[in-house]
Every structure is written in structure tokens, then in C-alpha cells.
């Protein structure tokens, strides 16, 4: 799942308590999506998953929590939002010419990691 589909879950079960049905319905979303956004999230530790407690019968219903981590996730990710990317047309070319170059050293059988360390050398030799 994307990282704006884990905020936006984050950000609805902030506001309130919800289930995954309600999840779902709010996030416009599948049901069997929400449940392996929901169970990966829980494996990250950004949300906790609590039975509620009724009497009913049938299974209960799974409520939805942000922890502490995933309300830093949340935070970290709205301030992320209103940092542009700075980027100018130089810098996506000389980035192509750096993957052209990697290109044709790995097509000739050398590892540009190597490469890289080989010309350190060369240049603090010098």
C-alpha cells in the first residue's frame, strides 16, 4: 500500500473509533484491501487492533487505534507535505547520464560499486 493510503487510514481512525467496515466506507476502498492495509500497519506498529466488547453474538468487531508511532507517522508525513521537491532539469540529466553510466559498466561485467571505490583511491592518491 502507498504511504497516503496508510496517512489517510491513520487520519480516519485518529477522529474517531472506527471498524474495518467503517474504514472501508470512508475510504471508499474494498473491504479485503483495508484488512491487509490494516494487518501490515498493525506489523509496523503504526495502528492497534482491539476486539470491542459486546454481547452480541457472532464475531466482535476489530476497533482501529493509531499508536504513538503511527501519530509520528502521520505528523512526519503532513510535514513532508509542504516541503517541495527541488529538482531542476541539470539535475535530472546528469542523473540519466549517471544511470547511462552504470548501465554500460554492469553490461561490461563491472560492478560499480567497485568502480566507485577504485576511483576514490585515484582521487585521494592524488
Same mark, same amino acid.
Given at each position: %500500500? *502507498? @504511504? &497516503?493510503?496508510?496517512?489517510?487510514?491513520?487520519?480516519?481512525?485518529?477522529?474517531?473509533? #472506527?471498524?474495518?467496515? &467503517?474504514?472501508?466506507? +470512508? %475510504?471508499?476502498?474494498?473491504?479485503?484491501? +483495508?484488512?491487509? $492495509? +490494516?494487518?501490515? %500497519? /498493525?506489523?509496523?506498529?503504526?495502528?492497534?487492533?482491539?476486539? &470491542?466488547?459486546?454481547? *452480541?453474538?457472532?464475531?466482535?468487531?476489530? +476497533? @482501529?487505534?493509531?499508536?504513538?508511532?503511527? =501519530? =509520528? !507517522? $502521520?505528523?512526519?508525513?503532513?510535514?513532508? #507535505?509542504?516541503?517541495? #521537491?527541488?529538482?531542476?532539469? /541539470? =539535475? $535530472?540529466?546528469?542523473?540519466?547520464?549517471?544511470?547511462? !553510466?552504470?548501465?554500460? $559498466? @554492469? *553490461?561490461?561485467?563491472?560492478?560499480? !560499486? &567497485?568502480?566507485? #571505490?577504485?576511483?576514490?583511491?585515484?582521487?585521494?592518491?592524488?
Amino acid at each position: %500500500m *502507498s @504511504i &497516503e493510503a496508510k496517512a489517510q487510514t491513520l487520519a480516519a481512525v485518529k477522529r474517531e473509533q #472506527l471498524g474495518v467496515r &467503517e474504514l472501508s466506507r +470512508i %475510504m471508499q476502498t474494498r473491504t479485503q484491501t +483495508i484488512v491487509s $492495509l +490494516i494487518k501490515r %500497519m /498493525n506489523a509496523e506498529g503504526l495502528v492497534d487492533l482491539k476486539p &470491542e466488547k459486546t454481547h *452480541s453474538k457472532g464475531r466482535p468487531r476489530l +476497533i @482501529i487505534s493509531a499508536t504513538a508511532l503511527g =501519530d =509520528d !507517522y $502521520l505528523d512526519t508525513y503532513h510535514r513532508l #507535505l509542504g516541503k517541495p #521537491l527541488r529538482s531542476s532539469r /541539470n =539535475d $535530472l540529466l546528469k542523473a540519466n547520464r549517471d544511470a547511462e !553510466y552504470v548501465d554500460r $559498466l @554492469i *553490461s561490461r561485467g563491472k560492478d560499480p !560499486y &567497485e568502480a566507485f #571505490l577504485e576511483l576514490n583511491v585515484v582521487v585521494r592518491d592524488s
